[in-house]
């Protein structure tokens, strides 16, 4: 059983740019979320998914942010016209209902 | 809205001691979950152990035990005979794990050396 996957690894960006992450749940999970963490702090949450319904999303999540979960499967966060403030590491995370809740690897973000 | 306080932002411990992480949290809720994940320098989060508020016995893994106070909504982390890859960073974290309530919430987070 492989874990949650994520993609890109590392990006690094210019202010202004839009980008584009896509997690890859655990395959029979039907719960997805992201995350937001910033240098030595706990991750907050962004929003999650139940198959393709997208149940609840956080104030943080302006409206520059939007997730995807199109067919229930993976997810994609997009963030459009990039800030410096945008720079952290974005964690996906997936469970079976409500189960545990198991993380990738992330993706940190740069934006310079 | 619940918050999870972790007080301590770093511990050090000698390799093959016990040491114990500290965690407070604050519902008005019943039930709930409560989880310790780690995140060593790699920066994976990696599930440590889980307690269901519903639960009076303390949850425990291999060498990784808490203590859960309900009462006093405390909910400590021990880890005993630590080792050199027991080095990461802790983060408490609470959940209702409802349909409509499902997110984790995190503490800061405390980060342990463990020195050979």
């Known amino acids: 059983d492989t874990g949650v996957s994520q993609d890109p690894r590392h990006k690094i960006t210019k202010r202004g740019q839009n980008v584009t992450f896509r997690c890859d749940p655990i395959?029979?999970?039907?719960?997805l979320y992201w995350y937001r963490q910033t240098l030595g702090q706990g991750p907050e949450f962004l929003t999650y998914f139940q198959n393709e319904a997208q149940l609840e999303k956080s104030r943080l999540l302006s409206d520059r942010f939007s997730a995807e979960r199109p067919k229930g499967s993976f997810s994609t966060l997009e963030i459009q016209r990039t800030e410096q403030g945008d720079s952290a590491m974005y964690l996906c995370?997936?469970?079976?209902?409500?189960?545990?809740?198991?993380f990738g690897p992330g993706t940190r973000l740069l934006v310079l | 809205a619940q918050t999870v306080t972790q007080s301590q932002p770093e511990m050090s411990v000698q390799e093959a001691e016990t040491v114990t992480l500290s965690c407070t949290y604050d519902t008005s809720e019943n039930n709930y979950y409560l989880f310790w994940y780690k995140q060593p320098p790699s920066r994976q989060m990696i599930l440590v152990i889980r307690q269901e508020a519903y639960k009076q016995q303390n949850a425990t893994e291999n060498r990784f035990s808490v203590n859960f106070q309900k009462a006093a909504k405390s909910f400590s982390l021990k880890i005993s005979d630590s080792q050199l890859g027991d080095t990461a960073m802790y983060f408490c974290?609470?959940?209702?794990?409802?349909?409509?309530?499902?997110?984790?919430?995190f503490g800061k987070g405390i980060t342990l050396s463990v020195r050979p």
């Open positions: 974290a609470f959940t209702y794990n409802t349909g409509a309530n499902s997110k984790l919430t």
């Open positions: 395959s029979e999970h039907n719960r």
């Open positions: 995370a997936s469970s079976f209902l409500g189960e545990t809740q198991y």
